[in-house]
């Protein structure tokens, strides 16, 4: 079984053994209430007691305590009892949708564009924190094909989806099918459905590494991909952006191969898989990919002081 967290003292290990066994003889106790208890009187740190409630019984009062979920859920219960629920901040996506009404006249009319602010929310409603943005694009394929609008139209309304249509469609062809290379990945994926098109995501310095994007990104696939057969991501390090560099001249292309296949590997632990001759990753949204809790994704995380509004 994965450890979840750090290995714990022989001071604190004696402690909470102890603690388990006072925990099964009293079935009267309440779960959350006898971790408590040892949290502030024994002054445990919480998650060595966690690894070794882990370790050592896989139900206490007849709740499972298995999964990643469950002890992290645990601890947030002991942290809001405690009164440390502002060092906690939950995940959450802010979204303003813009799409144009009225009857369709051009392409970008079935574009609809999803602005993203990626926020860490106190659970006492006190504090918020900016932790990023993501920016998607919903593709009305289905729409465009039933009006009889050409979908190289639509797509052409700029770069970022003329890429996308080209890489899972031959627009110049008078019947619209996806790719013989989209059709081996994605037999179940059908060229007339609608298309996510994952087009920015940043996340601020200080919040990096904690898998906060590929949760977000997990999300957002689940929110909006209903109706798609694809979804797809150009994996780009925003590091090489012409805007975050001084001159032109720094740019290190070694650095930039190295750093967006690094990029790509992030993305395909959700399932995404690259499309042959194309910048582009690919998922059908369809089909199975592990789940947020097999991946282990974040739905709090922590502020620190440097993290924390002030």
Same mark, same amino acid.
């Not at 989209?182 to 007339?192: C, G, H, K, Q």
């Given at each position: 079984?994965?450890?979840?967290?750090?290995?714990?003292?022989?001071?604190?290990?004696? +402690?909470?053994?102890?603690?388990?066994?006072?925990?099964?003889?009293?079935?009267?106790?309440?779960?959350?209430?006898?971790?408590?208890?040892?949290?502030?009187?024994?002054?445990?740190?919480?998650?060595?007691?966690?690894? &070794?409630?882990?370790?050592?019984?896989?139900?206490?009062?007849?709740?499972?305590?298995?999964?990643?979920?469950?002890?992290?859920?645990?601890?947030?219960?002991?942290?809001?009892?405690?009164? $440390?629920?502002?060092?906690?901040?939950?995940?959450?996506?802010?979204?303003?949708?813009?799409?144009?009404?009225?009857?369709?006249?051009?392409?970008? $009319?079935?574009?609809?564009?999803?602005?993203?602010?990626?926020?860490?929310?106190?659970?006492?409603?006190?504090?918020?924190?900016?932790?990023?943005?993501?920016? @998607?694009?919903?593709?009305?394929?289905?729409?465009?094909?039933?009006?009889?609008?050409?979908?190289?139209?639509?797509?052409?309304?700029?770069?970022?989806?003329?890429?996308?249509?080209?890489?899972?469609?031959?627009?110049?062809?008078?019947?619209?099918?996806?790719?013989?290379?989209?059709?081996?990945?994605?037999?179940?994926?059908?060229?007339?459905?609608?298309? &996510?098109?994952?087009?920015?995501?940043?996340?601020?310095?200080?919040?990096?590494?904690?898998?906060?994007?590929?949760?977000?990104?997990?999300?957002?696939?689940?929110?909006?991909?209903?109706?798609?057969?694809? @979804?797809?991501?150009?994996?780009?390090?925003?590091?090489?952006? +012409?805007?975050?560099?001084?001159?032109?001249?720094?740019?290190?292309?070694?650095?930039?191969?190295?750093?967006?296949?690094? &990029?790509?590997?992030?993305?395909?632990?959700?399932?995404?898989?690259?499309?042959?001759?194309?910048?582009?990753?690919?998922?059908?949204?369809?089909?199975?990919?592990?789940?947020?809790?097999?991946?282990? &994704?974040?739905?709090?995380?922590?502020?620190?002081?440097?993290?924390?509004?002030?």
């Amino acid at each position: 079984m994965e450890r979840l967290f750090t290995p714990v003292s022989e001071r604190d290990e004696t +402690v909470a053994r102890d603690h388990l066994v006072d925990l099964r003889s009293k079935p009267e106790s309440g779960e959350t209430e006898c971790i408590r208890t040892l949290y502030v009187t024994q002054t445990i740190d919480l998650e060595s007691y966690l690894t &070794l409630l882990e370790r050592e019984v896989r139900t206490v009062q007849g709740q499972s305590l298995k999964s990643r979920h469950s002890l992290l859920g645990l601890a947030r219960r002991i942290q809001v009892m405690n009164g $440390d629920e502002d060092n906690e901040a939950m995940l959450a996506i802010e979204y303003a949708i813009y799409r144009g009404v009225g009857p369709i006249d051009e392409g970008d $009319d079935y574009l609809v564009h999803l602005e993203g602010t990626i926020m860490g929310h106190g659970d006492s409603g006190k504090s918020s924190t900016k932790i990023g943005t993501i920016q @998607v694009i919903l593709i009305k394929v289905g729409e465009c094909i039933n009006d009889k609008f050409p979908l190289h139209t639509m797509f052409d309304v700029q770069q970022e989806t003329l890429d996308a249509g080209n890489a899972v469609y031959d627009l110049s062809a008078d019947e619209y099918e996806y790719t013989p290379s989209v059709v081996r990945m994605f037999p179940d994926a059908m060229p007339f459905n609608d298309i &996510l098109l994952i087009k920015r995501m940043e996340i601020e310095p200080s919040f990096r590494g904690k898998k906060i994007g590929l949760a977000v990104l997990y999300q957002a696939i689940k929110d909006w991909s209903s109706g798609c057969s694809l @979804v797809l991501i150009k994996p780009f390090p925003l590091q090489f952006e +012409v805007s975050n560099l001084k001159k032109e001249m720094e740019r290190d292309l070694g650095a930039e191969k190295a750093a967006t296949k690094k &990029l790509k590997n992030y993305y395909q632990t959700l399932g995404f898989e690259s499309i042959p001759k194309t910048p582009f990753l690919a998922m059908c949204p369809v089909q199975r990919y592990p789940t947020f809790e097999e991946l282990g &994704l974040p739905k709090y995380i922590t502020l620190t002081p440097e993290t924390k509004p002030s």
